[in-house]
Nanobody, 127 residues
Framework: QVQLVESGGGLVQAGGSLRLSCAASGRTFSSSGVAWFRQAPGKEREFVAAFRIREGNTYYADSIKGRFTTSRDNTKNTVYLQMNNLKPEDTAVYRC????????????????????WGQGTQVTVSS
């Protein structure tokens, strides 16, 4: 089992920045990939970013490309999502997720790929 806990959400004005953290514990060595998803009220869960742990490859949704960056600190078993130039449409609950096996292709953006989920952290961007 892998436990994930997000933090760092909050209220920010448009154009501002936030850095989300996802602290992992448990059998973290069994995870091959980590991703960030978000879900706004009344909308489906949306892929934001992901990376492959061994290879270091990163993937980003078009909607946030160039504004968000995901990274990790192995010494702390923590993954980060740096969010810059935030927009009101970025308002959502952000959750991190870990996968035992990360497939090639579009499946990396599918929630069903991921085995473990954090509880989420709210990000609200005011206009």
């Amino acid at each position: 089992q892998v436990q994930l806990v997000e933090s760092g959400g909050g209220l920010v004005q448009a154009g501002g920045s936030l850095r989300l953290s996802c602290a992992a514990s448990g059998r973290t060595f069994s995870s091959s990939g980590v991703a960030w998803f978000r879900q706004a009220p009344g909308k489906e869960r949306e892929f934001v970013a992901a990376f492959r742990i061994r290879e270091g490859n990163t993937y980003y949704a078009d909607s946030i490309k160039g504004r968000f960056t995901t990274s990790r600190d192995n010494t702390k078993n923590t993954v980060y999502l740096q969010m810059n130039n935030l927009k009101p449409e970025d308002t959502a609950v952000y959750r991190c997720a870990a996968a035992n096996a990360l497939p090639i292709g579009l499946a990396i953006m599918a929630p069903r790929t991921y085995n473990y989920w954090g509880q989420g952290t709210q990000v609200t961007v005011s206009s």
